[in-house]
């Protein structure tokens, strides 16, 4: 039987665990959750019955795995009372901090086994993306382990390098917010169009789970499904061109760029 903790039981905690319950990947009865925060505590059991601690050394206890979900700032002043209990038991560690690497997670916890995860926040619905990399020394039971938990929170996608950890993070990691942002903006624009606060928000929900689902369960292209809303000489078309004369294709180039970039700084910035 896994027993799994988790340090640090926020937004990205609470998406993994509720994703892991809600598609009855893990008994909530094996999953240990650590958090300073008491109201924080009191959620996670009440939403998905898991045992929660103060203390993080009393949730890596029995863990054979061990969930690090703290901020990538916090992660050196948590490992450091972790390391004697961690390298003598060796548990799978897997972090989804942005930025910290397999050598630094090594050296900060004394753990050899050591998976970088990049997932979402949909996690919580099942929908989640997660990039992964393993160190040498995880084995294929392990690596296993790791797909199968992470892969019940949504798509788990190994890559070949780290370094391309820092592009998922700018990718998939970051990119809810991405289309949140776009929903933000749509109904604010319907709202000044004359719609309802209302009206423009369930039409702007819908039409991203459409566009996303359409997108999803197609063999055509994103491109090619675009043309196909787009007619000539018709309404989509002057939108498409305000957007392509803004040089959106260009923004969001550079918006992710910055996001990698910021991976790699922190990696700089907190790695020693
Ligand atoms: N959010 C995302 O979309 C996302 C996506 C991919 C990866 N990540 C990664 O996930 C990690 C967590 O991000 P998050 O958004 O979930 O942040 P978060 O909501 O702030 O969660 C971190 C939690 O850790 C708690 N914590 C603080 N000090 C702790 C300690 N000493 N021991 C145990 N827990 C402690 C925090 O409590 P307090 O709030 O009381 O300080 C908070 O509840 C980050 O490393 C981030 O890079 C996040």
Known sequence: MTQIAFIGGGNMATSIIGGLIREDAVNPDLIHVSDPGEEQRQRLEADFKVHTHAENLDAIANATVVILAVKPQMMKEVLAPLA??????????ISVAAGISLPTLQAWSGCK??????????ALTGTGATGLFASDEVSL???NLADTLI??????????????????????????????LMMESMI??????????????RLTLQTALGAGKMASASEVAP????????????????AIATFEGA?????????????????AELSDELGN
């Open 84 to 93: 004697a209990t961690l390298t003598a038991r060796q548990p799978l560690l």
């Open 113 to 122: 086994a050591v998976v970088r995860a990049m997932p979402n926040t949909p």
């Open 141 to 143: 039971d392990q690596r």
């Open 151 to 180: 892969g019940a929170t949504g798509i788990a996608v190994w890559v070949k390098t780290e370094a391309e950890i820092d592009a998922v993070t700018a990718l998939s990691g970051s990119g809810p917010a991405y289309y949140f």
């Open 188 to 201: 604010a624009a319907g709202i000044k169009l004359g719609l309802s606060e209302d009206t423009a928000r």
């Open 223 to 238: 491109d090619e499904l675009r043309r196909r809303v787009t007619s000539p000489g018709g309404t989509t078309e002057q």
């Open 247 to 263: 040089h959106l294709r260009d923004i969001v180039q550079a918006a992710m760029d910055a996001a990698a970039r910021r991976a």
